[in-house]
């Protein structure tokens, strides 16, 4: 794919539906009495292996990828059915740890796998809790990573301190904490998106937070009997709208704005960044959507400056930071991102990934142990540059080329279907506009 500069970006766009809930929608939805409706559903690679994967476990799925809406015909706690083939998560971490903590209750064997990313990502950080709570799970490589055999027993709640901020160990283990013989509670160090938390509650679990003194929170969960279905109205995707309000605010002709989505406050990280760099950038229409706030958000070309980001922030806009380096090449001074390693273990090593492109653009930018410095203001100019595989990658590397001064040609482009398969469909209706 090459992206060749432009100087004028102009009108409204509706991004994709939130990845986090439509992978929950259809866990929820298989684990509920009744049918669950499920409407904006992301029809990008990554959930549709949700789907393949409970269809396995015999789940019956509608889906209708024109009107992106979903049905599905819940099971009840303990309806699921044992697959008959191994299950295969793609490139989907979401749909890998999540099912773990479900499968672990269940009274039948699983194997789980996924695709050659996948079968590097690091799956201790639930292994090791959900063992805790009494489930089998094996790594058949013996290296921590899928393919895991998991074999269903009866659990036990625990109190389990994680070492990580991250919703997709914190997921798993409240998935499982359905199952268990008295409650479970998960700590984290920040609070980490939230959105199984509020699906849980809305579809009948009793689910509780609690922020301690010393800056971490608690989430606990009861044992469920059973939960029911409820129709579910999936907002925009933040992490996708934050591509195209970076190519609104480093564009030097821009105005954009991105409709309906989602800002969750354990998502809207990039928000209060872009604030913080300066940007031109207004958030109207707030309401919600069932449990989740929702925005229109409107941005035009800005003067942008450095800034800081880490702490607690970091959870909030995890998926955001390559295209926020973006940002940080176009701005005045430097920024710097730090408390950030949990990007080593993404699709790709993002710190490196995210360094070693834009280097080859012209950016001075360095990596560091959490994360990367970038001194801006240095004009970036054309390359050829892989994306890894990594789709957050190709895409932030699609908006700097939209701002250098010559074509970049991204090799692996295609990456892009995991989450967003029209988004250069949507890029090109802006730079026509």
Do not use: W
Not at 307 to 314: E, N, P, Q, R
Not at 356 to 379: F, K, R
């Amino acid at each position: 794919m090459i992206i060749h500069p432009v100087r004028r970006l102009r009108g409204e766009i509706t991004v994709p539906g939130d990845k986090s809930i439509s992978h929950r929608s259809i866990m929820l939805g298989a684990l509920a009495k009744g049918t669950t409706t499920v409407t904006h559903f992301l029809e990008g690679a990554d959930c549709l292996s949700s789907i393949e994967c409970f269809r396995a476990l015999g789940v019956s799925v509608e889906n209708d990828p024109v009107q992106k809406i979903v049905r599905i015909q819940g099971r009840g706690l303990h309806g699921l059915q044992a697959p008959k083939q191994t299950l295969d998560a793609g490139n989907s971490g979401t749909t890998t740890r999540l099912i773990s903590g479900i499968l672990s209750a269940q009274p039948f064997t699983t194997i789980l796998t996924g695709d050659a990313s996948i079968q590097k990502r690091p799956m201790k950080r639930i292994i090791t809790p959900l063992s805790m709570m009494g489930a089998h799970i094996e790594s058949l490589n013996g290296n921590d990573c899928a393919p895991l055999k998991i074999t269903g027993a009866g659990l036990h709640g625990i109190n389990y301190t994680s070492p990580v901020a991250s919703a997709q160990v914190k997921s798993a283990i409240l998935l499982a904490g359905l199952y268990a013989d008295s409650q479970t509670s998960v700590t984290e160090p920040a609070l980490s998106r939230n959105h199984s938390e509020l699906m849980l509650t809305a579809y009948g679990a009793h689910v509780s937070h609690k922020k301690n003194s010393d800056g971490s929170h608690k989430i606990s969960i009861e044992p469920a009997e059973e939960l029911y279905a409820r129709d579910i109205q999936v907002p925009g995707d933040i992490s996708s709208a934050a591509y195209f309000i970076a190519a609104g605010l480093i564009v030097p002709d821009a105005s954009v704005t991105v409709k309906n989505v989602g800002i969750n406050p354990t998502r809207d990280g990039i928000l209060q960044v872009c604030r913080a760099m300066g940007a031109r950038i207004n958030v109207e229409n707030i309401h919600n959507e069932g449990a989740e706030p929702v925005a229109d958000i409107t941005v035009s070309s800005s003067s942008l400056q450095g800034t800081v980001i880490g702490g607690d922030l970091i959870p909030t806009l995890i998926d955001e930071i390559p295209v926020i380096a973006v940002l940080a090449c176009f701005a005045r001074g430097t920024t710097i991102i730090k408390d950030a390693q949990e990007l080593k273990v993404k699709e790709s090593n993002r710190i490196d990934t995210v360094v070693e492109a834009l280097s080859a653009m012209g950016a001075d930018i360095t990596a560091t142990e959490d994360g990367m410095i970038i001194h801006g203001g240095h004009p970036l100019h054309g390359a050829n540059i892989q994306s890894h595989d990594d789709h957050r990658i190709a895409m932030a590397l699609a908006i700097a080329a939209m701002n250098s001064e010559g074509p970049v040609e991204i090799s692996g482009a295609d990456c892009i279907r995991i989450s967003y398969p029209e988004f250069f469909t949507d890029l090109k209706q802006l730079t026509n506009a």
